[in-house]
């Protein structure tokens, strides 16, 4: 089956989502544009809209809402309430699906494949299964004709971002766009993700309490991914859990997002609820590696300067740091605006003690009320072009801050951060992240 990207495809896919998503809110931006319109019944109409839809819509729909100014901050705030489930396929496309990936005795590769999905996302769903070595399986299935459907969402992102930048260019959009295209045609390659996968398990072995699936290579193509399953419960179920529970848990999801982070430069783009589950031991499963972030060593770099910038008030370091994160051409006051978010994202980091992520709000607003100020200070003092790499930096800082949140989680984040970067230099990290990667097959 070739289900490379159409023009059919596309031209179906346009049908479904110009009428509804991103067209909606373009055409609900034009409102607001010539004074017409009520912003906040729209973005709550857009979130209805694409609640409907699976497909990298969704996924775009999320990233955008954590980017400061990406979109109005009402389409914003109702972006950043979607959730990523869908309605499954049903078991005759599930078997024709698979018949395409593994050919008419697919299932005779299998001891067992269970004929409804066990979960749906955006882009696929997983149906449960069991090896001939008895081994319980994960079988990721992508849904049909997603690269047509991944060219005509950024089609529509495109008419959003032009339309939005008619009357707000505080924020240039176009290495947004790129980087959201880039890692949504990755995630399409599930030969890719199982790479991913592997230099996960390079870079977190000795991790303590953090378990990764096994991928299964005979039973995976390019759009199927078979992996061993991994028993354990939802995060939101540990909500009521002890203190002392709850802070576990939060302590190794840290470690296992921001140890890669800081001593490979690699980084989990998609924090999502339902990318990780806990163990009746507390451990941790990390789930679902299609979106993965490799960033330069001079990066990471910016990243550390930075935080140390704030810590001990170097003026000079900090612009060092923003410009090799990639921000060109700031004046003092957009620096000075940039300080405003950063601290934001450093904060807890900053702070010496035990406590909560954030002293207030809830994990759908964290960061927003912030985020907004920037924003409409930045809108003031002319166009700032969002360098690509902060992007998913961004996303994965929220979102796991929000998670952080959920849980109530209470700790020392300085003293986890600083473990995290004792002894830092680019030439390290550059040197342990071109063998992990050559390992995984990514260099």
């Not at 819509?57 to 109005?72: D, E, F, R």
């Not at 590769?109 to 090896?131: C, D, I, M, N, P």
């Not at 994160?325 to 003690?353: C, K, N, Q, V």
Request: charged fraction near 25%; glycine fraction near 10%.
């Amino acid at each position: 089956m070739d289900e490379a990207n159409t023009f059919g495809g596309r031209l179906a896919r346009y049908a479904r989502v110009g009428s509804t998503g991103v067209g909606l809110a373009a055409r609900f931006a034009g409102a607001r544009l010539t004074g017409g319109g009520d912003a906040a019944t729209a973005a709550a109409q857009l979130r209805v809209a694409l609640g409907g839809l699976k497909g990298p819509v969704m996924k775009i729909a999320q990233i955008l809402s954590t980017v400061p100014g990406a979109v109005p901050e009402e389409f914003a705030t109702e972006l950043s309430q979607l959730q990523s489930d869908a309605p499954a396929m049903g078991w005759p496309f599930v078997r024709r699906r698979m018949k395409a990936e593994l050919g008419p005795e697919w299932e005779a590769k299998y001891a067992t494949f269970e004929h409804t999905a066990a979960a749906a996302a955006s882009l696929g769903q997983v149906h449960r299964a069991t090896a001939h070595d008895g081994r319980a399986l994960a079988a990721k299935l992508q849904y049909p004709d997603m690269a047509s459907a991944v060219e005509a969402d950024l089609g529509q992102l495109d008419v959003l971002f032009g339309v939005y930048r008619q009357f707000d260019k505080s924020i240039d959009t176009a290495l947004i766009r790129g980087e959201v295209a880039n890692r949504l045609r990755e995630e399409l390659d599930y030969i890719r993700e199982a790479k991913h996968l592997r230099l996960y398990r390079a870079m977190l072995t000795g991790t303590a309490n953090v378990h990764l699936p096994e991928v299964l290579p005979e039973l995976s193509t390019t759009r199927l991914l078979t992996m061993t399953w991994l028993n354990g419960k939802p995060l939101l179920s540990f909500k009521e859990a002890s203190q002392d529970d709850r802070n576990r848990i939060a302590e190794t999801l840290f470690r296992a997002w921001y140890w890669p982070l800081h001593h490979y430069g690699v980084i989990h783009g998609d924090p999502h609820l339902g990318n990780y589950a806990v163990r009746d031991d507390l451990g941790i499963n990390l789930l679902d590696f299609g979106c993965v972030r490799v960033f330069p060593p001079r990066f990471i770099g910016g990243v550390v300067d930075l935080f140390r910038a704030i810590q001990t008030k170097d003026d000079a370091l900090a612009v060092d740091a923003f410009e090799r994160w990639g921000f060109t051409g700031l004046s003092r006051e957009i620096i000075d605006t940039l300080m405003i978010w950063a601290t934001f994202l450093y904060g807890p980091l900053l702070d010496d003690r035990v406590r909560r992520i954030d002293d207030g709000g809830s994990p759908v607003d964290y960061g927003r009320q912030t985020a907004q100020k920037v924003h409409r200070r930045l809108k003031e003092l002319g166009t700032v072009t969002i360098p690509s790499e902060f992007v998913f930096m961004d996303r994965a800082a929220i979102g796991l801050g929000g998670v952080f949140m959920h849980l109530r989680a209470e700790l020392n984040w300085h003293r986890l951060f600083g473990e995290m970067i004792a002894g830092f230099t680019e030439d390290g990290l550059a040197a342990r992240q071109g063998a992990a990667l050559a390992q995984a097959g990514l260099a």
